[in-house]
């Protein structure tokens, strides 16, 4: 999977009547810091909604008069995106640099439209990949959503003493155990068949 993938390259927020501003990162780790009130949380806000979150960044005084939350990303091998999407919610706008198309990315599969979670694990090459959720063998479809957070921690989970690498949820457990087993190995489960429960079969 090294040859695939992509960083963050700039978060933007613009707006009609305002100077658009814009953090620059790096591939690799970024730390965001500072001092409380500064505007942290509200940058990983606007990070999460743009990977596909469904809640807004909560606005903050500095955001005021500014109504679009832009994200570039670099692709591992060379490509330019920019995803824009409004801060009250909605769709994708999607600008690739190199052809300058433009389309729109839906946020859930409710469209017909391809989606945000889509573009993103294909240009990771790992869309359509299944991953086990119980000791059963159910499997269920891979989401963008469910990656995030082994590469996006926030200032709560950073200095919590539960495990990042789960939800904290039991029921949880099996599908994230097997997320993060995909991800060290390239084996997805989308060769497991679902055992049948006993309850089901009709001996008659």
Known sequence: MNKYGFFIKRLELSGSAVETKSIQFKKGLNVIFGSSDTGKTFIFQCINYMLGGSTP??????SENYNLVGLVIETYEGKEYKLERSLQGGDFNLYDSLTEDERVLAVSNQSKSETISSFLLNVCNINGKKIRRNKQGKIQNLYFQNLKKYFAVDEVEIVTEKSLLTTGQYI???????????????????SIISSLEVDSIDFK
Request: charged fraction near 40%; glycine fraction near 0%.
């Open 172 to 190: 949880e457990k099996t599908f994230d155990m097997n997320t993060l087993r995909f991800l060290l190995t390239e084996e997805d489960d989308s």
């Open 57 to 62: 960044p909560k606005p903050i005084p500095e």
